[in-house]
């Protein structure tokens, strides 16, 4: 049975790949990390000739190791279907110099939806495997994408409940709404007077929290998680850089074994820790570049080596990286520590008494792959308008962030790599902030009639996400305080 999981902050803990998906978080507060990385075990020319749902099943046998052959194809074709508004599921695109993956096309329009179609199927075949009577309760917190995608994914399926909590004043309207009209019955939905860190927090602290573990486990519930620190998050999003690039040796684009960079837009660090991922099973990616908006916390970790989360939270118009403590960085700060739980768990003690730590010399060095940049939310709009000029395609703000940080990398280094960005939502996401970057007239309009402006300017049909919020009626209307949260989770639960 393969290798297993281990938690970053203790050695000693351990757990199979179907358990750590079900745990979300290691007990000690730390995440699970494969004990091995392994190489993909077909060539890369033969990957590129598969579909999708294909090299999904490559990818994600090798990386979970208990699952059986039938229970990843199970779960990988109800996951990866028509859901998704394209057959391809990641169709990848030639715009502004550079290969745009586009992630958006599930049910909920951003990439969220990559890992969040499958993950409620390997959560309940993991429950399943390990004798699971309890009921089990995902806990979310959401910087605005990950809240819907996780509601969509687990609404209705039984066995399951799921809370998701999300900065109330944080998120945009689109992103609200999507998730307030959710209908799911097993389904709950709560604003927090906090931002995403504050949410993240809460959540981390409960699932930290044994007391009320045993409570749950005594009525029959217990927690797991569907945010990025799951590793049934990661391992999917493995797969679409491993599909994205067998997709350009398909197109005669590159050659089998030519190197490549990504530029991905950065929030958690999930997102980006899956490509480097991808690149150790034997995906050639020379640079990883790591775009974040004013939150830049990222950019001045890659370049000085320290980690510093004591400054001002910044609302941007990308709110899905209004982040400040990146929860994936820890998973290679332990690598970076030569797998050392016990460098890491001190880093990490660094972080939540100080606020930040300064990384060594020697683990500054094997960052070289990887190179930080930001871009303001006015240089956001800035790349919305050129972009749209060029050739009329319609980025989001999250996605623009990742180009205009494309811009100023190939323009400091001269690099011409052929080069894949993570296109992580639609615009219709965020339409206000797209439509005003593109002429500021539009702010007059209203929401809806900005999604109608959209479709006339981009020549792509409004999703069927959106459609269907339009007249949706809000069903959850709960607003709290963050140390209320315990409170409410219990309400919902009814205990
Ligand atoms: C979540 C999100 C991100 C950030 O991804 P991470 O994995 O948290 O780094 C970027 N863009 C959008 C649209 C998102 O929803």
Do not use: W
Request: net charge negative; with cysteine; glycine share 6%.
């Amino acid at each position: 049975m393969g290798f297993l999981y281990r938690s970053t902050r203790n050695a000693d803990e351990t757990a199979t790949a179907s358990e750590a998906i079900l745990k979300g978080l290691a007990s000690d507060g730390g995440l699970f990390v494969p004990d091995e990385i392994p190489a993909l075990d077909v060539s890369l020319k033969e990957l590129s000739k598969m579909t999708y749902r294909e090299v999904a099943f490559e990818v994600m046998k090798l990386m979970l190791t208990d699952f059986t052959d039938e229970e990843l194809r199970y779960c990988i074709n109800n996951a990866y279907d028509s859901k998704f508004d394209n057959e391809l599921i990641v169709p990848v695109k030639y715009h502004h110099n550079a290969y745009i993956a586009e992630l958006f096309h599930g049910k909920t329009i951003a990439f969220k939806d990559m890992a969040l179609s499958i993950l409620p199927y390997l959560m309940t075949t993991a429950a399943r495997k390990n004798n699971i009577k309890n009921e089990i309760v995902i806990l979310t917190a959401t910087s605005g994408d990950t809240g819907k995608a996780a509601l969509a994914g687990f609404a209705d399926v039984p066995g399951t409940k799921i809370a998701v909590f999300y900065p109330k004043n944080g998120v945009s309207p689109i992103q609200e709404k999507q998730m307030v009209t959710e209908k799911g019955k097993n389904t709950f939905v709560a604003g927090i007077t906090g931002n995403f860190d504050d949410a993240q927090t809460g959540v981390k602290q409960i699932f930290n929290n044994t007391e009320l573990a045993k409570e749950l486990d005594e009525k029959g519930f217990q927690f797991s998680s569907a945010n990025s620190i799951n590793i049934g998050r990661l391992v999917p999003q493995i797969v679409y850089y491993v599909y994205s690039y067998t997709r350009l040796i398909a197109a005669g684009t590159i050659n089998e074994g030519d190197k490549i960079n990504v530029v991905v837009p950065t929030g958690n660090f999930g997102n980006i820790l899956a490509a480097y991922y991808a690149s150790l099973m034997g995906i050639p990616v020379d640079r990883f570049i790591c775009a974040s908006n004013d939150n830049k916390v990222l950019y001045d970790f890659f370049t000085t080596g320290t980690y510093d989360r004591n400054r001002e939270f910044i609302l941007t118009s990308s709110p899905s990286m209004d982040i400040l403590i990146s929860s994936n960085l820890e998973r290679l700060i332990y690598r970076l520590a030569g797998n050392s739980a016990e460098d890491n768990a001190e880093f990490m003690k660094q972080l939540s008494e100080t606020g930040k730590y300064t990384i060594t010399d020697e683990m500054k060095k094997n960052l070289f792959h990887f190179y930080g940049n930001f871009a303001t939310s006015e240089e956001v709009a800035e790349t919305i308008r050129k972009v749209y000029d060029e050739d009329g395609y319609v980025l989001d703000t999250h996605t623009a962030v990742a180009v205009n940080v494309f811009d100023k990398y190939r323009a400091e280094t001269g690099d011409t790599t052929p080069t894949i960005i993570a296109s992580t939502a639609s615009p219709y996401k965020f339409t206000r902030s797209v439509m005003t970057a593109i002429d500021p007239a539009y702010d007059a309009k209203g929401d809806f009639e900005l999604v109608d402006e959209l479709e006339k300017i981009s020549a792509t049909p409004v999703p069927k996400a959106i459609e269907e919020i339009r007249t949706a009626e809000v069903i959850h209307n709960t607003v709290c305080d963050k140390e209320d949260m315990v409170k409410v989770v219990k309400n919902f639960l009814g205990i």
